[in-house]
């Protein structure tokens, strides 16, 4: 009995034992199951960013050198101090940024003047945009300069902070070398290259001083610039919405009379003060581009003058050459005219001085080569028009004064319609009324009535109206003059291109010379046409709304369904498929 007490003692004990370990183990799982859902919870906590100093990255502390290494690394440094030393060179201003700023300056203060001076009650919208164009000229050219100096500025900046750097590190070391008890000979080794640190930290810091100034004052004339076409953008705006408005007294108000006065007695000088001012600076800016000019003038003279004998021989062979010979037998009007063609885009940004000098010079070759080219009844819509032109750029001279300006378009008016009256009546009794002889009298009887248009609407204080309608007009006309002349040149010079190699050498050309002659006539007329166009949208303010809607309309899509269609698309694909018709054409 008492071993099986003990047995069963045992047994106890031990079943307990398990118990108390399962308990146990039960806690210790409950425990971890605690544990991780407290580090959930903390993860699900969004952890505050870290501030910026605890982020940023130290920057590394300077170490002395070794003494076993000073020579070695005084070598280096004094090398990169020498390329410190070109890039100080490299970032030198120049004379010609000097210069330039300080031509500049005077060249907006001789543009303010003008501009305060034009900006009144009917201005021209051709005179604002070309001040506008100028304007802008000068802005990107300081906008050129800016970004020039503040990239030399930077390059400073950095060369300055290598700099800080190497002084810091020789400086420890040279107190390091002292403490040594180093030789002298590396002291003053040491000693002589902080003292070069020194001095091209000194230059360092002059050179982006100058560079911090400079940018300065290029900035205070860039704002000078932004007020400027900030208040033409403002008088553009003004200028569109007073377009059918009354904006001065009529022409027979007492005040118009004194103004007049006071134009010519004391605004009219210090008006051409100005202009001749903008065009002594811009030639001296920008003077080099009349040898490009004179250089284009010269090598077109000698072309003309070498084909021009050969072009009679052609004529003789062939009389469809008549036209194009005609005006190959003026090389000098059309060498003129063709470098005023070629040559207008270098001369954008010029003053209003220097466009009228320039086409003055240009008009008495272009009326010679017309004479060749159009038909001798003509010939009196060519003598007026030169009258014309001339009055139109006194007109433009005096834009800064107004009452002059308004008078000088009043006595245009009236000298136009009286030369149209006479005109329409002395074509009226030609025997023999052709399309041409028809369509010039309907042209000259509506600009008849344009021309009373704008007489009125100028006499009766409609200045705006009157100079939109009136400039517009007569500028549409200059171009068709000038286009003109300019294509029957390309026209003349295509022609007899097609009698010289390499192109007299291939089939095409022998077998459909007439057909090509024809072709190549219309492409050039065509065109002519189309710049004839976009420049006179120009002339009277439309071309950037008109070409604004144009690009709207054709890139406006239409969803049929899952399909998306343009107008762009179907005019891209029906001019392909034209183009590809013309060329399959061509090549058979």
């Not at 952890?47 to 690394?73: H, I, K, N, R, W």
């Not at 810091?205 to 911090?212: E, F, G, N, P, W």
């Not at 392909?576 to 060329?583: G, H, Q």
């Amino acid at each position: 009995m008492e071993a099986l007490f003990r047995r069963t003692a045992r047994w106890a004990t031990h079943l307990l034992s398990l118990m108390l370990s399962a308990s146990q183990t039960l806690r210790l799982i409950a425990l971890l199951a605690i544990l991780c859902s407290l580090g959930q919870l903390v993860a699900a906590e969004p952890s505050p960013s870290p501030s910026p100093s605890a982020t940023a990255t130290p920057s590394p502390t300077p170490t002395p050198v070794p003494l076993a290494d000073v020579v070695g690394a005084a070598e280096i440094t004094s090398t990169s101090l020498q390329e410190s030393q070109s890039n100080l060179e490299a970032t030198q201003t120049g004379e010609e940024i000097e210069r330039g700023l300080d031509r500049i300056k005077q060249e907006i203060g001789a543009l303010q003047s003008e501009s305060a001076r034009v900006l009144a009650p009917g201005v021209q919208l051709e005179t604002v945009s070309d001040l506008e164009r100028r304007w802008r000229k000068l802005d990107d050219q300081l906008a050129a300069w800016t970004r020039d100096l503040t990239a030399r500025a930077t390059v400073l900046d950095k060369e300055l902070a290598r700099i800080s750097d190497w002084k810091s590190t020789w400086s420890q070391t040279l107190a390091e070398a002292q403490t040594s008890e180093a030789p002298p000979e590396l002291i003053q080794r040491i000693q002589r290259l902080l003292a070069s640190i020194e001095a091209t930290a000194e230059a360092l810091r002059k050179r982006r001083a100058s560079l911090l100034a400079r940018q300065s004052r290029v900035a205070e004339q860039a704002q000078r610039v932004t007020i400027a076409l900030r208040s033409l953008k403002a008088a553009q705006d003004a200028a569109v919405e007073r377009l059918l408005s009354q904006d001065s007294a009529p022409i027979w108000n007492p005040e118009v009379r004194l103004a007049a006065a006071e134009d010519l007695v004391r605004k009219s000088q210090s008006s051409f003060t100005a202009q001749f001012t903008q065009l002594r600076l811009y030639l001296a800016r920008d003077g080099s581009r009349l040898f490009y000019l004179a250089l284009i003038f010269g090598l077109l003279l000698l072309v003309l003058y070498k084909i021009r004998q050969q072009a009679a021989r052609w004529t003789e062979q062939d009389p469809a050459l008549e036209r194009a010979n005609r005006v190959l037998q003026l090389p000098i009007p059309t060498a003129a005219i063709l470098t005023l063609l070629v040559g207008r885009p270098l001369f954008q940004d010029a003053p209003r001085l220097f466009w009228v000098g320039l086409a003055t010079l240009a008009l008495l070759p272009i009326m010679i080569l017309l004479r060749r080219l159009v038909d001798r009844y003509l010939y009196p819509i060519l003598n007026a028009l030169v009258v014309f032109y001339i009055v139109a750029q006194l007109r433009s001279l005096t834009a800064a004064l107004p009452v002059v300006s308004r008078i000088l378009l009043l006595l245009e008016m009236v000298g136009g319609a009286i030369f149209l009256v006479w005109f329409i009546r002395s074509t009226r009794t030609a025997t023999h009324a052709t399309t041409s002889r028809k369509a010039t009298r309907a042209a000259a009887r509506f600009g008849l009535g344009l021309f009373a248009v704008v007489f009125f609407a100028n006499f009766f204080g409609y200045v705006g109206l009157a100079n939109y309608l009136g400039t517009g007009t007569l500028a549409a006309a200059y171009l068709a003059i000038f286009l003109y002349a300019a294509a029957g040149i390309l026209e003349g010079l295509a022609f007899f291109a097609l009698q010289i190699r390499p192109l007299a050498a291939l089939r095409v050309v022998q077998n459909h010379r007439p057909l090509l002659r024809a072709r190549i006539g219309r492409f050039i007329y065509f065109a002519a046409f189309l710049s004839w166009l976009t420049l006179t949208l120009r002339a009277f303010s439309l071309g950037t709304p008109v070409f604004d809607r144009l690009k709207a309309f054709v890139t406006a899509e239409a969803n049929i369904g899952s399909l998306h269609l343009s107008l762009g698309a179907i005019l891209a694909f029906a001019l392909t498929v034209y183009f590809a018709v013309l060329l399959s054409r061509f090549v058979r």
